[in-house]
């Protein structure tokens, strides 16, 4: 079964600064990576996925995330984070065809104004 | 478009009393459904997942069941919940094995 890691638990960063939030999987075959992120009070909404190709994938919200398949990570980006960006924002990985998503442990992400 | 309900929204049960948890989902046909379980500080757990009317898998053993009684109804049941089974259950659809959509989830307490 693969498992998901989420490297940061909990980042404080101030409005302006760039976000990376690191995501490592553990599956020897190919893999759908995805992004979720639940703000405050709302309910998990998808920020972006990645099913093959351009190993770069941009999401809503000006996110970004890398596929890099040599070091089996799936990190997420934004250059410039808003005070909207707080949230908890969570990894999560399927082998191709398979329909068990499994999720990394969430990162907690405090933008401060 | 698709959208995902859940209820209720929020509830609270005492030890030993029996849960019902609904999902319906609408706008599409014969989705996938899905049950999780999340955890401060663990992620989501799969629960159960279904991928038919009366198609139930369950990823992890425990105190609840999963039922499908429409093709887009979706149920958590128990019989008597435990301490344990407090947390905060999600739904989720999906039409194959890619993205998966979720639903504004239910906050059980258990006293």
């Known amino acids: 079964a693969q498992s998901v890691s989420q490297h940061n638990h909990h980042v404080i960063l101030s409005e302006a600064a760039s976000l990376e939030l690191g995501c490592n999987y553990s599956y020897g075959g190919t893999v759908n990576l995805f992004w979720y992120v639940q703000y405050p009070g709302q309910h998990l909404q998808l920020l972006l996925k990645y099913f093959s190709g351009d190993p770069l994938v941009k999401g809503i919200k000006g996110f970004e995330a890398e596929f890099i398949k040599s070091k089996f990570s799936f990190n997420l980006r934004k250059p410039s984070v808003q005070w909207s960006d707080t949230a908890e924002y969570f990894c999560a990985v399927n082998p191709t065809n398979d329909y068990k998503l499994s999720f990394g442990a969430g990162t907690t992400v405090t933008v401060r104004a | ?111």
């Open chain 2, 1 to 111: 478009s698709q959208t995902i309900h859940q209820w209720p929204a929020t509830l609270v049960q005492p030890v030993g009393s029996p849960l019902s948890l609904e999902c319906t989902v609408e706008g599409t046909s014969n989705p996938n459904l899905y049950w999780y379980r999340q955890a401060a500080g663990r992620g989501l757990q799969l629960l159960f997942y279904s991928v038919g009317i009366g198609q139930i898998s369950s990823e992890v053993p425990q105190n609840l069941s999963a039922s499908r009684p429409q093709d887009r109804q979706f149920i958590l049941s128990s019989k008597k919940l435990l301490l344990s089974d407090s947390g905060f259950y999600l739904c989720a659809w999906s039409r194959d094995p890619k993205t998966q959509y979720f639903g504004p989830g239910t906050r059980l307490l258990v006293l």
